[in-house]
């Protein structure tokens, strides 16, 4: 069997972790292991090395370090920024949340929990494009919204969401202004001061750092409940041994994407534009999801018509290409995502999606493999698929008349 480099064009769903951010976690893991609450002087080392990486992360979003709370993941935080804004409201009498259908499920069935307990949840329409209208937003507002929720970049389609704008009108209408930045940090340049956001979770793995780590930015004045209880790590609002190794992993690599930010964009947004063009071209009825102009870096969003996109990926992953059929989260059910339908994508449609996603670890030789073999997989495909050969006896007939 010839020897096939892996193609990983899934960077979406998650990031190799970079060179920086191992070493810092490697002399972290074996130097740093006193506790951070101890007060020893090893472990008030370790808090001194903590309260570093936080100044630091959190001067890279604009926002101060006593207002960076350390989580999970994204998971964790969009839950705990949400369901802390709601509790909130319900004590002021205010049960309205406004977001969009497109979120990431950490958004989503965090929202339906609270619907189940009685709040009114407005979903934005993100039109055909992928984007939220800020006038749309500003009209939903209510006298009894507690919270408006809407993700910095979607991370299946890549579109960028008009932050500042929204931010603006929730200042102005005194409403709380969270934003799911887990596609956004490290890839996007943001300060949460100027753009008026009031809480903002992200998360490591999503730009070059470990998993299992992330951050909830809660601004100053706004007053988080607790999600748990125990010791006093995190002002008491998130207990539990402070993990110092992935803390230092994560500025790290924050430090290295946000330093590397602007070459990286432009070098991966043109690995990423060859790409869009070239499928688009070669390979007829085909789409690309989501706008243009307003679009993550290294995001590729595709459906091609007639065919399923799980059976697309497995061919891939064959000639050792790593795509998803949508987002990670949603891979392994058979509906077709929700954020394609969001844009009113017809279910047949949707089912044919493609997401390839880059990093600046990814190469133009890269590009190339994806190209040189991505059009003669979908022609296979749709040899074997019936609703393709609907769709062209419909597209005869058509030519006929
Ligand atoms: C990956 C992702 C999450 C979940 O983050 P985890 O750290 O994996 O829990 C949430 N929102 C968006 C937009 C994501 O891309």
Redesign the pocket.
């Known amino acids: 069997m010839i020897y096939l480099k892996t193609v990983y064009a899934d960077n979406?769903a998650t990031t190799p972790l970079c060179a920086e951010a191992f070493e810092a976690m490697k002399q972290s893991m074996l130097e740093d292991y006193a506790n951070a609450s101890s007060l020893h002087t090893p472990g008030q080392i370790a808090a001194a090395k903590v309260l570093e990486a936080r100044r630091e992360i959190a001067e890279l979003i604009g926002a101060n370090a006593d207002e960076i709370y350390f989580t999970s993941?994204?998971?964790e935080s969009?839950n705990w920024a949400i369901t802390s804004a709601a509790l909130r409201g319900e004590k002021q009498g205010k049960k309205h949340i406004i977001s969009t259908a497109f979120e990431?499920h950490?958004v989503l069935h965090t929202l339906k929990d609270l619907e189940r307990r009685g709040f009114d949840v407005t979903y934005l329409d993100v039109h055909s494009d992928g984007y939220v209208r800020p006038d749309e937003l500003e009209k939903a507002i209510r006298a009894d919204t507690c919270l408006v929720t809407v993700?910095y970049a979607n991370?299946e389609i890549g579109t960028i969401q008009p932050i500042d704008e929204i931010g603006r009108i929730c200042k102005e209408k005194k409403v709380c202004f969270h934003t799911?930045a887990?596609?956004a940090v490290g890839h996007l340049p943001i300060n949460v001061k100027a753009q008026n956001i009031d809480m903002l979770s992200f998360?490591s793995?999503?730009f070059h750092g470990p998993k299992g780590i992330?951050a909830l930015y809660c601004r100053k004045g706004i007053i988080l409940a607790n999600f748990m209880q125990g010791g006093a790590q995190e002002h008491g609002k998130r207990p539990g041994t402070v993990n110092t190794p992935a803390i230092l992993g994560t500025a790290a690599a924050l430090k290295k994407s946000c330093a590397d930010m602007e070459k990286n964009a432009r070098y991966v947004s043109d690995l990423r534009d060859r790409l869009i063009d070239s499928i688009l071209t070669t390979i007829p009825r085909s789409r690309l999801n989501g706008g243009r102009s307003e679009r993550l870096p290294g995001n590729a969003s595709f459906c091609f018509e007639g065919i399923e996109g799980e059976s697309l990926l497995l061919h891939l992953d064959l000639k050792g290409i790593c795509g998803s059929s949508g987002s990670a989260c949603t891979s392994g059910s058979l509906d077709p995502s929700h954020v394609l339908l969001a844009l009113g994508l017809p279910h047949e449609i949707a089912h044919g999606s493609l997401r390839l996603t880059l990093s600046e670890y990814n190469t133009a030789e890269d590009v190339d493999r994806i190209i040189s073999v991505l059009p003669q997989i979908v022609a296979m495909l749709r040899d074997m698929s019936p609703v393709w050969e609907r769709i062209m006896k419909e597209e005869n007939s058509d030519a006929v008349q």
Do not use: E, F
Request: charged share 20%; no cysteine; proline share 0%.
């Open positions: 979406a993941g994204g998971t969009d990431h950490a993700m991370n799911d887990v596609q998360s793995h999503k992330g």
